[in-house]
T-cell receptor
Framework: DTGVSQDPRHKITKRGQNVTFRCDPI?????LYWYRQTLGQGPEFLTY????????KSRLLSDRFSAERPKGSFSTLEIQRTEQGDSAMYLC????????????FGPGTRLLVL | DAKTTQPNSMESNEEEPVHLPCNHS???????IHWYRQLPSQGPEYVIH???SNVNNRMASLAIAEDRKSSTLILHRATLRDAAVYYC??????????????FGSGTQLTVLP
């Protein structure tokens, strides 16, 4: 257990539905990252926050995706109008934002869109 | 981002050393070499990192070539719990560089009993 938790761990939804995932980082970490991982591939960066500010977004993050970190603590990732191609593992990581910034990953949320 | 190349898969026998190679011929002077691993059904976890000198920690050792164009992650005695995908990642610490990790496909390590 790295101290980063994600909820839910698994989500099955129908195409066109909205889903929201939550990440609780290690409490003293000011940076929070979202990644997506499909089968057989390494994780791909989606977006990251420093405190409550969203500082960078990947081109992978289409208009249907939105992420928030309202008080600089937990974060949510919402996918609107899900598509089958959104099926993946969604990983959250946090770091202290200093030094080499070791990132601590949560267990991920596995999304299946039917 | 500078790119890394790793073998897709490797096998090792339990309790024997494992040497996982990584090539990074376009590494820049401000790139640190990081290794993460991902056990089945888990998120990635940090293993070790280095810049120029060899590094040791409780999990592994990192041997870095003198020209820094390659590195090797060494697990001194592989156990079945070391079976995972191992990722070699370059992180640029120059001002303005990206903060996120850029993962490749990694090396799938199988440990045989």
């Amino acid at each position: 257990d790295t101290g980063v938790s994600q909820d839910p761990r698994h989500k099955i939804t129908k195409r066109g539905q909205n889903v929201t995932f939550r990440c609780d980082p290690i409490s003293e970490h000011n940076r929070l990252y979202w990644y997506r991982q499909t089968l057989g591939q390494g994780p791909e960066f989606l977006t990251y926050f420093q405190n409550e500010a969203q500082l960078e977004k990947s081109r992978l993050l289409s208009d249907r995706f939105s992420a928030e970190r309202p008080k600089g603590s937990f974060s949510t990732l919402e996918i609107q109008r899900t598509e089958q191609g959104d099926s993946a593992m969604y990983l959250c990581a946090s770091s202290q934002g200093t030094g080499q910034e070791t990132q601590y990953f949560g267990p991920g949320t596995r999304l299946l869109v039917l | 981002d500078a790119k890394t190349t790793q073998p897709n898969s490797m096998e090792s026998n339990e309790e024997e050393p494992v040497h996982l190679p990584c090539n990074h011929s376009t590494i820049s002077g401000t790139d640190y070499i990081h290794w993460y691993r991902q056990l089945p059904s888990q998120g990635p976890e940090y293993v070790i990192h280095g810049l120029t000198s060899n590094v040791n920690n409780r999990m592994a050792s990192l041997a870095i070539a003198e020209d820094r164009k390659s590195s090797t992650l060494i697990l001194h005695r592989a156990t079945l719990r070391d079976a995972a995908v191992y990722y070699c990642i370059l992180r640029d610490v120059a001002p303005g560089s990206a903060r996120q990790l850029t993962f490749g496909s990694g090396t799938q390590l199988t440990v045989l009993p």
